[in-house]
């Protein structure tokens, strides 16, 4: 059995809809067990709604909560906040891996400061799954926005961390990765791209494919993305908003009419298909990788399907035992 830390307290719609996710999930997994961080009495209030086996979880209780609204200082300020207590957890290997959905950048910042980077790794990243046309088939974009600045030597540790995550975790022999930028050829972009490209290039460990511009990502072309956090933060969220817009247009014109509803009727399962295919809170969690430690981020507004998501992809890492396998070949990057 493998013990995952729940931070609870952090996310905007509260506790309650963490501890429903956590009662549905727990079904799937035999050998998982929770531990819940954050306010006894409301975790407890809301345990007595979503019933989980006795069996199956504890409560690790704390005092304050880091809100999206905190800062990296609370890392220092709120001590026995459920956020510093699961990473703490996680540091003194009490747990496997953890979850929150707090204030990214104080997470990122308690992941540094209370974890530390993996041996032979500079930063780390964050790296969401993205869905794509091919049936099945994600792609791994990173960085999303754990560091607003990288060069070329961030870059390619990302390429390798995400080599070695899509081999274990996706069970991709052969991951195919590509640059980010404004076009394919070799000499576009900024420096920043133009030195990604040679570094990416040179290494024997990539099996790099070139450039790759935004308008591909979803096209499942790849298995890897590469960029730095500023501009995966920025491609990451329009992804995000066009897919909710898109869908959401049309639905609507699928019910502006007795007779379109009628027709639309006989396509609704296509669409729900195709709907929940490319709906973002089946991909919410994002894996911090590259610091000594499995850590997820998941949505501040995270839902019942964004929390069931995140632990899904938490579960898949630790039973994968991604982070050792890293560690092991970070000394041959």
């Known amino acids: 059995m493998y013990k995952i830390g729940y931070d609870v307290m952090g996310s905007d719609n509260g506790v309650e809809v963490a501890i429903q996710a956590a009662s549905e999930f727990i079904k799937t997994r035999k050998e998982l067990f929770l531990v819940f961080v954050g306010n006894e009495e409301e975790i407890k209030t809301a345990l007595t709604k979503y019933k989980i086996d006795s069996n199956r979880f504890s409560i690790y209780p704390t005092t304050e909560f880091i809100d999206m609204h905190g800062s990296i200082m609370d890392i220092r300020r709120k001590r026995n906040s459920s956020m510093v207590k699961v990473l703490e957890l996680l540091k003194a290997k009490e747990i496997d891996a953890m979850i929150t959905a707090g204030n990214s950048a104080a997470f990122i910042a308690g992941s540094h400061f209370i974890l530390g980077e993996i041996e032979g790794i500079k930063r780390a990243g964050f790296m969401p799954t993205i869905p794509t046309a091919i049936k099945n088939k994600v792609t791994l974009l990173l960085d999303v926005g754990a560091n607003m600045e990288c060069d070329e030597e961030d870059l390619?540790?990302?390429a390798k961390m995400a080599t070695v995550y899509s081999q274990e975790v996706l069970k991709v022999s052969n991951p195919q990765t590509t640059l980010l930028n404004i076009g394919v050829e070799e000499t576009k972009g900024t420096l920043l791209q133009k030195e990604a490209f040679k570094a990416l290039s040179s290494d024997p460990f990539i099996n790099f494919l070139g450039n790759m511009e935004a308008r591909?990502?979803?096209?499942?072309?790849?298995?890897?993305?590469?960029?730095?956090?500023?501009?995966?933060?920025?491609?990451?969220?329009?992804?995000?908003?066009?897919?909710?817009?898109?869908?959401?247009?049309?639905?609507k014109e699928l019910t502006s009419s007795f007779i379109k509803k009628i027709k639309a009727l006989t396509l609704k399962k296509s669409f729900k298909a195709v709907s929940e295919k490319f709906d973002y809170k089946n991909h919410s969690g994002a894996l911090l990788i590259g610091?000594?430690?499995?850590?997820?981020?998941?949505?501040?507004?995270?839902?019942?399907?964004?929390?069931?998501?995140?632990?899904r992809m938490t579960c898949d890492a630790v039973e994968n035992d991604v982070l050792n396998k890293i560690k092991r070949k970070a000394g041959n990057f």
């Open 291 to 311: 610091v000594d430690g499995i850590a997820f981020k998941s949505h501040g507004s995270s839902d019942v399907k964004s929390w069931k998501a995140t632990l």
């Open 156 to 158: 390619l540790g990302f």
């Open 216 to 251: 591909e990502i979803l096209s499942g072309q790849v298995d890897i993305i590469i960029t730095d956090g500023y501009t995966g933060n920025m491609a990451l969220k329009s992804l995000e908003g066009s897919s909710k817009i898109l869908m959401n247009e049309i639905k």
